[in-house]
């Protein structure tokens, strides 16, 4: 019988005082009955608006009905046939802007709680033990994957389900990418990613860490090593500053760094001897996901106040609602419509202060956000011992600048046509590195498209 609830079924979550003093996942994820529960609120629409609205093309309302009908290894199936990272999407991926953004039951209620069917699906799986991978027989074509975030990672394992020898070339001495260094452990829990991963090395994907391609090797190279085509995604971790005076001062770091430090080099575990700022005031520049990470971890670091600062207002602030409600229950304070202008050092050259300007909004820009407009006079110092800047980041210019014929834009964004081919014959490239920092979801859509280009262009040649 359908469940017509008008709302979800909640997701059961770590107190909000216990959790800012450690790194576990917040969100505890549904039981058995809650998920069933929740799956029964799906009208199984016949023109499943939910599909459109996902970048993989997860087959949504068949996954929940074997869900309502407590056959989640095939709801497992289900999803995985275009979608090889399930327990990651279900945790990361912005739903209500995708597949929950176009569902029916979010024109008059709340929609459909896709993630956390797909969550639960996922994690139900895992929690049986090791996940049977037939592995299919080789083809005898070679292809490279350069990094192994989102887009790398489902650019290889479809390739490799086509029966491909994929080498994934990795710059850190760990696999996973933004999913392990940029996202939080309280978000998702790193065990996750490598299962994930663990699941593409069981279908044939080699992994190779510490190869810094265009260092370590060029694309030209892996080309002559016989790769019949090389894929890049790469990523995009260059992060922006602002520009402005004192970015130099001991205590200010991009929000990629700090990220990187503890999420990846383990700076929570006091067994780890990883350099992190020790601070006691927290200023966290931007509106994103990732100035909610950098806040959220601030906080678990031991910081007493931790500040967002954004140009905008909230109703502006890019981040997910979920991510921004979770910041304010375990204590980050927002300063909406205030941007920094000087960041101030004491005689040492460490940060002990931010001079930052009130803000007001004015017409909207090309974005169709209204402009920030400086208040006149409106300059105060807001006393912080460290600033995080989290203002966006683009890709690092290393494989562009190593690899003849790649052509890239203005922002330094590798060029592809729709089929996510670049400029150069055989490279193909997706995620991040083609449309700077984005979801991870997207990342995998590119990844997906780039599979699907690379087979025909091998398939054509052979």
Not at 244 to 264: D, F, K, M, Q, W
Not at 418 to 435: I, P
């Amino acid at each position: 019988m359908a469940n017509m609830s008008l709302t979800k079924v909640p997701m059961p979550e770590q107190d909000e005082v216990l959790r800012r003093e450690n790194f576990d996942e917040v969100a505890l994820g549904y039981t058995e009955e809650m998920a069933i529960e929740e799956a029964k609120r799906c009208l199984n629409c016949k023109t499943m608006p939910c599909v459109s609205g996902c970048p993989v093309g997860v087959r949504i309302p068949e996954f929940i009905a074997a869900v309502a009908n407590e056959d989640f290894d095939g709801a497992y199936d289900i999803i995985t046939g275009t979608n090889g990272l399930p327990a990651v999407c279900g945790r990361v991926c912005p739903q209500e802007n995708q597949c929950e953004g176009k569902c029916v039951r979010g024109i008059k209620c709340e929609p459909v709680a896709i993630g956390r069917l797909e969550r639960f699906v996922a994690d139900t799986k895992m929690e049986k033990g090791v996940i049977d991978v037939k592995r299919p027989a080789s083809n005898g074509h070679k292809v490279a994957v350069v990094g192994s975030g989102p887009s790398g990672l489902t650019c290889a394992g479809d390739l490799a389900r086509m029966g491909y020898d994929v080498t994934v070339f990795e710059a850190f001495h760990t696999a996973g990418g933004v999913l392990m260094y940029g996202i939080p452990e309280f978000r998702l829990p790193k065990k996750i990613v490598q299962k994930e991963i663990k699941t593409l090395e069981a279908l044939g994907v080699k992994i190779m860490p510490n190869m810094v391609i265009g260092k370590v090797l060029s694309v030209d190279e892996l080309i002559e090593e016989g790769f019949e085509a090389v894929f890049i995604g790469s990523g995009a971790g260059l992060p922006s500053f602002m520009g402005i005076e004192g970015e130099a001062l001991i205590g200010v770091c991009s929000a990629n760094e700090y990220l990187t430090r503890i999420n990846l080099m383990k700076g929570y575990l006091d067994e780890y001897d990883t350099p992190v700022l020790k601070s006691k005031a927290v200023a966290v520049v931007g509106g994103g996901n990732v100035a909610m990470d950098a806040a959220r971890s601030a906080m678990r670091m031991g910081a007493e106040k931790v500040y967002i600062v954004y140009r905008r207002s909230e109703e502006e602030m890019p981040a997910r609602k979920e991510e921004v409600h979770h910041a304010k229950e375990e204590g980050v304070t927002f300063l909406t419509l205030n941007n920094p202008v000087k960041i101030l050092g004491d005689e040492n050259g460490r940060v002990r202060a931010m001079e930052c300007v009130k803000m007001e909004l004015g017409e909207p820009d090309e974005s169709g956000r209204r402009r920030p407009i400086v208040v006149e006079g409106s300059n105060y110092e807001l006393e912080v011992d460290t600033v995080i800047m989290s203002l966006g980041t683009s890709p690092n210019p290393l494989i562009r600048t190593t690899t003849p014929g790649l052509e890239a834009n203005r922002r330094g964004c590798l060029v592809v046509d729709e089929a996510m081919c670049t400029t150069k014959e055989g490279v193909y490239a997706g995620g991040d590195a083609v449309t700077g920092a984005a979801t991870v979801i997207l990342a995998m859509g590119a990844g997906k498209t780039a599979a699907k280009s690379i087979d025909k262009y091998i398939s054509e040649k052979a």
